[in-house]
């Protein structure tokens, strides 16, 4: 899904003529972009790590080779900051003294990936959509991604122009905290539970809960995309003008 602020520059370019820089839409649609995120706090964004095996004896309960880890979830979020990867299509010159039209077939994005072992849920909205997309470092993973999508610019004379190709994630800041899991008859935090379903787990819990688990900060890096798994990308317009060395000004040959 593209959503382009060629729309966009160009309106503005009518208003403020060629004083526009890029920088300026892209931030305006960052603005907009970071009104709309959220994080799902009801269903946690959580990382597993240290997984083992316990071996237990509760028959009754089927447990007898138990799945132990640590799962760190988000708590509490402070604040998110939507960053932007840009890629940049091969430029154009124009050397004459008119305006030129130039095609772009194609264009490039480079996706970030999801911080590693995280499983996150974000929802997003633009357009009149809102979208819910679950992410995991198995499905969300760095990648590149090359559409065929022609799109035609107007290059000022004696200005390099291109097509600047940007993808979008979030960094979302905020509290963490790793609980102590285990799987039998059920899956569970060890110390939601004072007495163990399974006797022979009892010494874990209390070794795990003598004390509170503390809230530590955390950072989660999420690509944003689509609910097909592509990245939601805009492009820009950049036109640079060109810089002639002063021999060249003059009608000199340059020296080899």
């Excluded at 590149?144 to 200005?159: A, K, L």
């Excluded at 900060?217 to 592509?230: E, G, H, W």
């Excluded at 003008?241 to 000199?252: C, P, T, V, W």
Aim: with cysteine; hydrophobic share 35%.
């Amino acid at each position: 899904m593209i959503l382009s602020l060629l729309a966009l520059l160009s309106l503005a370019t009518c208003i403020q003529a060629k004083t526009l820089s890029s920088n300026e839409a892209i931030a305006a649609f960052i603005a907009k972009l970071n009104k709309t995120v959220t994080i799902d706090l009801a269903n946690p964004p959580y990382m597993d790590k240290d997984k083992e095996t316990f071996p237990v004896g509760c028959t009754d309960l089927l447990c007898i080779h138990v799945p132990l880890w640590k799962r760190t979830l988000l708590r509490t979020v402070d604040h998110v900051d939507i960053l932007y990867t840009a890629h940049s299509e091969k430029p154009r010159l124009n050397t004459g003294p008119r305006d030129m039209t130039f095609q772009f077939t194609s264009s490039t994005a480079i996706m970030e990936s999801t911080t590693w072992g995280w499983n996150i849920g974000v929802q997003l909205s633009y357009s009149n959509q809102v979208l819910t997309v679950g992410y995991s470092h198995e499905n969300a993973y760095s990648r590149t991604v090359t559409t065929t999508e022609s799109d035609t610019i107007t290059c000022p004379s004696n200005y390099e122009c291109t097509i600047k190709t940007l993808t979008f994630y979030t960094i979302v800041h905020g509290t963490c905290v790793t609980q102590q899991y285990v799987t039998c008859a059920g899956t569970y935090n060890v110390c939601d539970h004072a007495t163990q379903p399974c006797y022979e787990l009892q010494p874990v819990h209390d070794n795990v809960c003598k004390t509170p688990y503390p809230m530590l900060p955390c950072s989660i890096q999420v690509p944003i995309l689509d609910t097909d798994k592509n990245p939601v990308t805009a492009k820009v317009i950049v036109a640079e003008k060109i810089k002639f060395s002063a021999k060249r000004s003059r009608g000199q040959r340059l020296s080899r």
